[in-house]
């Protein structure tokens, strides 16, 4: 009897910390975003945003996939979009670091690191459209999955310039935002205040 009592409080819990993987994200967010400030202060050091953004990637991908897995669904969209967004962290991450030490061309790696942002972009874009219930959550997937694939034509367009800059420093800053503001909302609900 106590061990379906300890079941249902183990449960509980996970329940309750559900909020937590949104607050990595968000600092997560925050470090590249302040990364990409220092850019703009002074443009003559070199930066490692992209490999901050794989790491974000990575880190969105697994926790991700996590949720994914424990929520019971008919498609297999969402693990999906979870699986590319953690092999694109992987390849954005470990992409720079060839490409800082010359062993990758520069043009390989920005088109690279294109596809993958675009890709995963349009996966955010797909699997909130289809998998989505709650408008809020669907507009918000929809606006960082276009500015995911704006991110990704900007830098095919203008390589690993201002512009890209621009356009990820946007991006990060809504995603941190976002994704403070959800933990906010998962922490208050699992606490059982409106």
């Known amino acids: 009897m106590s061990g379906v009592s300890t079941g249902g409080a183990t449960e509980a819990a996970k329940k309750n910390r559900k909020w937590v993987s949104y607050v990595?994200?968000?600092?997560?967010?925050?470090?590249?975003?302040?990364?990409?400030?220092?850019?703009?202060?002074?443009p003559e050091r070199?930066?490692?945003?992209?490999?901050y953004m794989g790491i974000?990637?990575?880190?969105n991908g697994m926790l991700s996939l996590k949720?994914?897995?424990?929520?019971p669904t008919k498609t297999k969209g969402p693990i999906l979009a979870a699986l590319t967004s953690t092999v694109g962290g992987l390849l954005l991450a470990f992409g720079y670091l060839l490409y800082s030490r010359e062993l990758v061309s520069a043009n390989f790696y920005v088109y690279g690191f294109s596809v993958i942002v675009i890709l995963v972009g349009l996966l955010q874009i797909?699997?909130?459209v289809k998998m989505t219930p709650h408008?809020?959550?669907?507009?918000?997937?929809?606006?960082?999955g276009f500015l995911e694939v704006l991110l990704g034509i900007v830098v095919a367009v203008f390589s690993l310039d201002w512009q890209a800059d621009a356009v990820a420093l946007v991006w990060v800053?809504?995603?941190s935002v976002y994704m403070?503001?959800?933990?906010?909302?998962?922490?208050?609900?699992?606490?059982?205040?409106?």
């Not at 974000?56 to 880190?59: D, G, Q, S, V, W």
């Not at 949720?67 to 929520?71: D, F, I, L, V």
């Open 46 to 51: 070199a930066s490692n945003y992209p490999i």
């Open 56 to 59: 974000y990637f990575l880190a």
């Open 173 to 175: 800053v809504l995603v």
């Open 24 to 42: 990595i994200r968000g600092v997560t967010g925050v470090i590249i975003a302040v990364t990409l400030i220092q850019k703009f202060i002074s």
């Open 67 to 71: 949720e994914a897995r424990s929520t």
């Open 135 to 144: 408008p809020i959550l669907k507009r918000a997937h929809l606006v960082f």
């Open 180 to 194: 403070f503001y959800v933990a906010h909302v998962l922490r208050n609900t699992s606490a059982g205040r409106p």
């Open 126 to 128: 797909h699997h909130a």
